[in-house]
């Protein structure tokens, strides 16, 4: 179906090609994953294929991509619509109209076609999706995963032979992302469609992918089976790391392959008693605080403690009042009801000078508190805000990640390099509190794990309290002592994470699943056991 | 050749709309001209409009296009209640100057229209709004295209001084005939020698709109002086060509690359 | 609707009283009242009021201070001041009519309606559905206005997360230059996502278009054609 002859692809004016004389082949009604580090050529990958590399995002290409017997050299992305459908990674971002239905029809009216083919087609699209009973909500008023769905549809109604997805469950809370990656089995295994998915996630599509392409940091890659290529690299989900870590024969795909390979150890391993973390005296402290917008309660009636040294994770799905209760901890949001205080005062009665000292936020987007030109220049401003002796800020970063070069602007910055410099920012006035609002979208694994040492360290040496708001279930289980969960509004699970991720099955991690009912939630965990029954 | 002809009639037209109460001979024709002008320069502005989107602009344009118009138009409130500070035309101006003419004519034009019924703003005004909008981002065209530097800074910076002036000039003479009427000391007075009238209109333009056009001045300015170059550079960037080579000359090129010591950019 | 008011408009015009122009603003009213449409577009009716009145204020203001006097009842004088020497031939102060403040205050009134009518059209219709009435040939504008009109309420939410975010950072009120860098930063990262979804789609590779749902006049915008034109004349010939 797909077929790569010797593709290289350098940008313009870069240092190093993004691929490298690539060949391969993709069958049709394949299902196959584009992994590799951020940065890497994932994303233009999946753009050559549907000939937005080169012609429309420009770029020098040597080789040949023939899909469905055409070439991408002498089509315009728009002519190959019909063949090869894409969903980018922020799917709000690409639409156009204000309904659904106009959504979907998007495509057709751009091509012409006639009315009533359009009503047929975009119903059968409505209900490959199952979103029939959402066709004239504005796409605005939809949650995440329909969204996504919506943007699926207006790709599938072109009935293409291939489909493209960009990162399609990284916004997406565990259970949207389940449902998102059935239906796209199902487009698989029902309509032979190919689907080529770039993700950096991998524990959640590991198990659904019939093959896998690696894409090095040199443009080398290469295509196989998973077990194969997840022998070989060195980004891998849980799973894998946990076969690799008890010297299994095979690595496994799937929970049930694992488990299956590690009943002895399951049956044979004793338990660990928990690290006991001395934590410090409780720092923010929310009583009854009910939230509402309007008509609608966005929390009810919430209490938590926080304390200081412990590192806290939030989590729920999309709407489940997250936001508000973050918001409302930080003082930008006024409570209906209810109390909250930090360090013993209340909120609402810090200045804003007094509150920016005492909490570092890191937004979502990052960039947010990005906009000078330079990463030197944002150190620098942020000595002078917090009064710090210049340098502070800047060797903070370095500590960090010492590769990064202060003349960068930090639009250029990749994501984890952002993520850093933002932290350095707000770290650098040393508040007690710290919080971030899901801060591993778009990081590999490799930037996951140093931001959770980073995070552990700071947690450790500075008594700093933290509270991460995330659906990334991976890093709850690495990172966090306490896992609070809300949902609809109401706090609904609070305890020592490995009570609450245990006690509920869509959110468990990866290691978890495998050894049920063994209580372990990372693979550090289990290889401590094994280490204690050596002893 | 024929739209062109229809073009510039409709422009002159729209002209006419501004500078009527200095040609016009008699108070009774006044009357009926005021109304005339108040109906027709809207069809012609949207005429106008219709006729310049004619050219076929391409999604990269056109998606910039939509997402400057909402920009602009989310950008406008900022400013309300503050005097005369109008964050949307240092974004016009450098947007126009980046991507052509044509652009900045329906960005002029989109933006305000869009603003206006955002945010509630339509009313006789708004045709004059949108036709003067439109007219300031095309004439960012009038600056040689070959500028660039320090000296493409100075001259979008002295194009945006003159700019807000001559807005100001332009909302006055259109608010003139109909917000003042006829009747006062400062009103026009049909009939009367070119003279007369254009006294009396800037005597009316400096006292009651002066406190406008100076902050919006000032702001669009400065605005323009810092931003000028990473906004540019921005908008120019999007603009990356393609290029179809034989495999051996990619490592030619990554070695021209890595010689010249130009920075990396992460994609 | 907006033909409605439209005609609505042109009656007021028309029959040149004010009388006619009050009772049009307060029929308005009713039907922002009951059909008023969510979303920022709302509150224009009320705004466009406000303008109205301001309007009314500044034709009030000058007739009093500036106007020149039609012979009449006076009502009071002021003292005269005289200009600078550069602003010439001006009088201020003098003589206030009653048919001078009245003469300006009913051209005004009507005016004000006629604003008052656009803001009323303005409220009661969406952009989204004033767009789809388009004829085809200028999509492209279309395009670009149904886009506008999506981001911009998400534009408008991004200008407050941001400022949010940024007075966290430091306690100060941002300025704008700090709001507008990210915004404009998104804004360009979003054009360039929506452009490469458009052309994926096929945008712009055929210079016809099709209409998903073509617009049609439906009964009731034909009743209320008719009854925009009965009134209209109505209030000419009376």
């Known amino acids: 179906m797909i077929k790569f002859s010797g593709v290289s692809l350098l940008y313009p004016q870069a240092r190093r090609t993004v691929l490298d004389s690539l060949t391969c082949e993709i069958a049709e009604g394949e299902m196959v994953l584009v992994m590799g580090h951020t940065g890497s050529g994932k994303s233009s990958l999946l753009r050559l294929v549907n000939g937005l590399v080169p012609h429309h995002t420009g770029g020098i290409l040597a080789g040949e991509i023939i899909v469905d017997g055409l070439s991408t050299r002498t089509l315009r992305p728009g002519e190959l619509a019909g063949i090869v459908g894409i969903v980018g990674q922020n799917p709000i971002d690409g639409f156009v109209a204000d309904t659904v239905e106009e959504e979907i029809a998007f495509g057709m009216e751009s091509l012409n076609f ?92 590991i198990g659904y992918v019939d093959r896998i392409l690696l894409i090095e940091e040199d443009g080398k890659s290469h295509l196989g089976l998973p077990e194969e290529i997840l022998t070989m690299s060195n980004l891998v989900p849980p799973i894998v790391k946990l076969a690799r870590a008890l010297h299994l024969p095979d690595i496994g795909t799937s929970t049930r392959d694992v488990r299956r390979a590690t009943t002895q150890f399951r049956e044979s391993l004793p338990d660990v008693a928990a690290p006991v973390r001395a934590f410090g005296a409780p720092t923010v402290v929310a009583e009854n605080v009910t939230v509402q917008y309007q008509a609608k309660i966005a929390l009810s009636n919430a209490s938590l403690t926080l304390h200081s040294g412990e590192i806290t994770a939030l989590m729920g799905r999309n709407g489940a009042g997250k936001s508000s209760l973050i918001r409302s901890i930080v003082g930008v949001q006024k409570v209906s009801a209810g109390k909250i205080s930090v360090n013993g005062k209340s909120i609402s009665e810090y200045s804003s000078v007094e509150r920016a000292q005492l909490i570092g936020y890191v937004p979502q987007e990052p960039g947010d508190l990005l906009f000078r ?128 991720l245990l006690a509920s099955p869509a959110f468990a991690p990866q290691v978890a699943k495998v050894m049920s009912p063994r209580r372990w939630l990372t693979v550090g965990d289990v290889l401590k056991s094994q280490q204690l029954s050596s002893e | 050749m024929r739209t062109r002809l229809s073009l510039s009639l409709l422009i002159a037209f729209s002209l006419l709309g501004f500078i009527w109460p200095f040609l016009v001979p008699s108070q009774g024709l006044a009357d009926r001209a005021s109304w005339f002008f108040l109906a027709s320069t809207p069809i012609a502005v949207a005429l106008i409009v219709a006729l310049v989107s004619q050219e ?152 009651s709109s002066l406190a406008w056009d100076i902050p919006r001045a000032i702001l669009t300015a400065t605005f323009i002086a810092v931003a000028a170059h990473p ?20 490592e030619e090129l990554v070695l021209a690359n890595v010689r010249a010591k130009r920075p990396s950019v992460d994609r | ?172 009120r941002p300025r704008l230059s700090s709001i507008a860098v990210p915004l404009l930063e998104e804004s360009l990262t979003r054009s360039a996502h929506l452009a490469e979804s458009m052309e994926s789609r096929g945008y712009g590779l055929s210079r016809k278009r099709s209409k998903y749902r073509p617009f049609s006049f439906s009964i009731i915008d034909i009743y209320f054609l008719i009854s925009a034109a009965i009134i209209s004349s109505v209030m000419v010939l009376a």
Not at chain 1, 140 to 163: D, F, N, W, Y
Request: with cysteine.
């Open chain 1, 114 to 205: 006639a009315p009533e083919l359009m009503r047929k087609r975009v119903e059968e699209a409505l209900d490959q999706v199952g979103l029939a009973h959402l066709r004239d909500r504005t796409i605005a008023t939809l949650s995440g995963g329909e969204q996504q769905r919506v943007a699926i549809a207006s790709a599938l109604v072109m009935h293409p032979k291939v489909l493209l997805l960009d990162e399609p469950t990284s916004a997406l809370d565990p259970i949207a992302a389940e449902e998102i990656l059935a239906l796209l089995h199902r487009l698989v295994h029902d309509l032979s469609i190919t689907v080529i998915i770039a993700e950096h996630r991998l524990e959640r599509v």
């Open chain 1, 373 to 500: 030109t330079s990463v030197a220049q944002e150190c620098v401003a942020a000595d002078i805000e917090s009064h710090l002796s210049p340098g502070t800020t800047l060797a903070l970063l370095h500590e960090n990640i010492s590769a990064i070069d202060p003349q960068t602007h930090p639009r250029d910055l990749s994501e984890g390099q952002r993520l850093a410099l933002v932290l350095s920012i707000v770290l650098a006035s040393q508040p007690a509190l710290l919080i971030l609002d899901e801060p591993t979208r778009g990081l590999d694994y490799e930037a996951k794990e140093r931001l959770a040492v980073y995070l552990r360290a700071i947690a450790d040496d500075s008594a700093t309290t933290v509270l991460i708001a995330t659906h990334d279930v991976e890093l709850v289980a690495e990172l966090a002592d306490r896992t609070i969960f809300l949902a609809d509004g109401d706090k609904v699970a609070d305890g020592s994470t490995i009570d609450v």
């Open chain 2, 56 to 207: 076929e602009l391409g999604s990269k344009k056109i998606a910039l296009l939509g997402t400057l118009t909402a920009l602009i138009a989310a950008l406008r409130p900022l400013g309300i209640g503050a005097i005369g500070i109008e964050p949307m035309w240092f974004a016009l101006i450098l947007a126009a100057r980046a991507m052509g003419p044509t652009f900045g004519f329906l960005l002029g034009s989109l933006s305000m229209l869009l603003s206006a019924l955002l945010t509630g703003g339509v009313g006789p005004w708004l045709a004059y709004q949108v036709c003067a909008a439109a007219l300031i981002g095309t004439g960012v065209a009038l600056i040689p295209s070959s500028l660039r530097g320090r000296s493409e800074v100075f001259a979008l910076v002295l194009y945006g001084v003159i700019a807000s002036a001559i807005f100001g000039i332009a909302m006055n003479l259109q608010f003139w005939p109909w917000a003042l009427g006829s009747g006062t000391e400062l009103s026009y007075l049909p009939g009367a020698p070119l003279t007369e009238n254009l006294t009396r209109f800037f005597s009316y333009h400096f006292l």
């Open chain 2, 231 to 250: 906004v540019l550079n921005a908008l120019r960037r999007l603009q990356m060509r393609s290029r179809f080579v034989e495999p051996h000359e990619i």
């Open chain 3, 1 to 172: 609707m907006w033909i409605f008011f439209i005609v609505l408009a042109i009656g007021v015009v028309a029959s040149g009283n004010s009388l006619h122009a009050l009772g049009a603003i307060f029929l308005a009213a009713v039907i922002v009242q009951f059909k008023g449409e969510t979303g920022p577009w709302r509150r224009s009716f009320r705004w466009s009021l406000y303008a109205g009145l301001y309007l009314l204020a500044i034709r009030l203001f000058t007739s009093i201070v500036i106007g020149v006097p039609i012979p009449g009842t006076t009502i009071f004088t002021l003292p005269r001041l005289s200009l600078p020497s550069w602003l010439p031939g001006i009088r201020i102060g003098g003589p206030v009519t009653l048919e001078r403040v009245s003469n300006s205050l009913q051209e005004a009134v009507i005016i004000a309606a006629v604003i008052a009518l656009f803001g009323a059209a303005n409220s009661v219709t969406s952009p989204h559905k004033l767009l789809r009435t388009l004829p085809a040939h200028v999509y492209q504008i279309s395009v670009a206005l149904t886009i506008a009109t999506s981001i911009v309420p998400q534009f408008i939410s991004s200008i407050a997360r941001i400022r949010e975010a940024q007075v966290l950072r430091n306690g100060l």
